[in-house]
């Protein structure tokens, strides 16, 4: 068997002459869940749909599991098909009941009435929508609706199973509950799933691999934990929430840490990289600390930044902090420590973070 | 009012005796206008599915044709049949004039692009992104189209009570290419028309209350279909 359920090699899909997805390859390993990160418009349907042998590349290669496929050919295109299923931001269910709906993916391949009944059956109870059996599509609110789409997929057997923001359309609660239920759908069956969102408690709850898109290509794939904490670009950075990027150029190395002039202050960050090269010192707001001007902070492989507090903006669980000084610095603080300091506009603070906690991006070509 | 009161009453008893004549004429009008019906779904369909899905060039120009062919007169439909098929036509040598054979065709010609219209229209209204997630679940084409029609029934049955109205209603065409030739080609339509000009009131009323309970009756049963569907 393939180690790879799909491959994209040198991959290109137009709309109207425009390029909506360019993709110098991309392999998907049999088992995993493949999230694709990216913002509305970069291109995370498009792929799922190339993915999915939905749209046709105008120039690469796409192989399904070690075959190349042949879009010329509509019968082999389908053949390959029965072996996906998918799951879109609408239900998109059909006007007939639930059990209906779900059994549609059989029907079209043929299954003898009692099999496909079974394997119904099966799929209504394990989602929990067994209840709604007889109930028309019509009728189901939006978290129902989603469980039967899920079913209607997973009930094909299918050897890939694509989810193109299930949750989008969900109200936060639902989401948190489906998200998990899908979750362990995935985990259970062991079904190769590729999951495009643009949320990114969604790619970092699911787990596994992330592909992060930006202006329909992938700019870096790794686990969650990596393109969350070590994003390689600015813009990947931005969008996965590394909010703090101070420009500065590479000057030498001191005790194992990469030293950067970033013009009013010198910083110290874990890396290996050549002396004159541009880059951003890019830190999560989480591993900032806030300090009183009088603290004393300084010490081996920690970073101070003084400035002034720009805005601070209170959230659910935390204040968020923008402090403008020598480098523009974006922090989190717990309410406790917000408390603490009597953080005001104006105020001057210091922002501390440990070289290991941030890293550094190439800063050419940005 | 006399007139008209002795025609009902004389319709109703005439209808009551099951008068045999009468009663071939409305079955004749509705195997004619069911079978010409019929034939313009099964062309029909498929050509407005083509129409609504596939781009082709002179794609425009077809959905302007069939478009207009949706309001053509009946009679010059029969002027074209009668043309076509008469003994020096193009399909003269059929001998199909005054035939309901020649009926059936000018009732298909006209049913023809009305069902193909609507069947365009209702197909051009589905989110093209059920068509996607249709193809991903695995439906060929034909799995496809099927269920997009079952997903269009209700505009698909007015489609069909349209073609179906327009042609069992239609006197002038059949009229033209039939002949009105008694236990032939003779219909309800044209009956009445004959019965009218005869002086016949109650005869007419008869036949005219036949096709109207015929039309009623049919387009209910759809309708019924239609709006238990709609309450899914």
């Known amino acids: 068997m393939n180690e790879f359920v799909l491959e994209l090699h040198d991959v290109a899909v137009t709309y109207d002459s425009r390029t909506v997805l360019d993709v110098p390859h991309l392999a998907v390993s049999r088992g995993e869940v493949l999230t694709l990160l990216g913002e509305n418009g970069s291109g995370k349907t498009t792929l799922l749909r190339l993915l999915g042998l939905l749209v046709r590349p105008i120039r690469g290669r796409v192989v399904f599991c070690g075959e190349e496929v042949d879009f010329g050919s509509a019968r082999r295109l389908l053949e390959l098909r029965r072996r996906m299923a998918g799951v879109m931001q609408e239900a998109l269910l059909c006007r007939m009941n639930v059990r209906q709906n779900v059994a549609l993916g059989l029907r079209f391949r043929g299954l003898p009435k009692p099999e496909a009944q079974q394997r119904v059956d099966a799929w209504l109870e394990r989602l929990s929508i067994s209840h709604l059996d007889d109930r028309p599509a019509s009728n189901l609110s939006g978290g129902e609706a989603q469980r039967t789409s899920l079913a209607r997929a997973m009930v094909v057997d299918p050897e890939v199973l694509f989810l193109d923001e299930p949750f989008a359309a969900l109200d936060a609660p639902t989401r948190q509950s489906l998200l998990q239920e899908f979750k362990d759908v995935l985990a259970d069956s062991g079904v190769t799933a590729i999951f495009a969102t643009h949320d990114r408690g969604e790619a970092l709850g699911l787990g596994g691999r992330v592909a992060v898109l930006v202006g329909g290509g992938v700019v870096q794939v790794g686990s969650a934990e990596a393109v969350f904490s070590r994003p390689e670009r600015a813009d990947v950075a931005r969008f996965v929430g590394v909010e703090t990027l101070i420009p500065g150029r590479i000057t030498g190395e001191a005790g194992g840490l990469v030293q950067v002039d970033c013009g009013e202050v010198q910083l110290e960050v874990e890396g290996d990289w050549e002396a004159g090269e541009e880059v951003y010192v890019a830190v999560r707001p989480e591993e900032i600390e806030l300090h009183d001007d009088a603290d004393h902070v300084v010490g081996p492989g920690r970073n101070v930044v003084g400035g002034r507090v720009a805005k601070t903006v209170p959230a659910e669980t935390h204040f968020r902090v923008e402090i403008d000084g020598a480098a523009p610095v974006v922090a989190v603080v717990s309410r406790a420590r917000y408390r603490d300091l009597a953080l005001k506009t104006g105020q001057s603070v210091q922002a501390s973070f440990a070289a290991r906690a941030a890293h550094l991006i190439q800063r050419a070509g940005d | ?232």
């Open chain 2, 1 to 232: 009012m006399e007139l008209i009161w002795n025609g009902i009453t004389q319709a109703l008893s005439l209808l009551l005796q099951g008068n045999p004549q009468v009663l071939e004429i409305a079955l004749l009008s509705l195997e004619l206008s069911g079978l010409a019906t019929l034939v313009a779904l099964v062309f029909g369909v498929p050509f407005g599915a083509l129409l609504a899905f596939k781009v082709f060039p002179g794609r425009g120009f077809t959905v302007t044709l069939v478009n207009t062919g949706m309001g053509v007169p009946p009679v010059v439909v029969g002027l074209f049949v009668s043309i076509v098929l008469w003994r020096s036509g193009p399909l003269g040598f059929l001998e199909l004039l005054y035939t309901p054979g020649a009926i059936v065709l000018a009732q298909f010609i006209i049913a023809f692009p009305v069902i193909t219209g609507l069947t365009m229209a209702a197909l051009q209204q589905i989110d093209p992104k059920l068509l996607l997630q249709l193809k991903g679940l695995g439906a060929s084409r034909i799995q496809l189209v099927a269920v997009l029609l079952w997903e269009t029934r209700l505009p698909m049955l007015a489609a069909i009570i349209a073609g179906f109205g327009a042609v069992i209603s239609e006197v002038g065409a059949v009229m033209m290419v039939g002949g009105n030739i008694l236990g032939h080609t003779r219909v309800l339509t044209t009956a009445t028309v004959l019965e009218t000009r005869r002086g016949n009131f109650e005869v007419a009323i008869a036949l005219g209350l036949i096709l109207l309970a015929l039309t009623f009756l049919i387009t209910w049963l759809l309708t019924l279909f239609q709006q238990r569907s709609a309450a899914r």
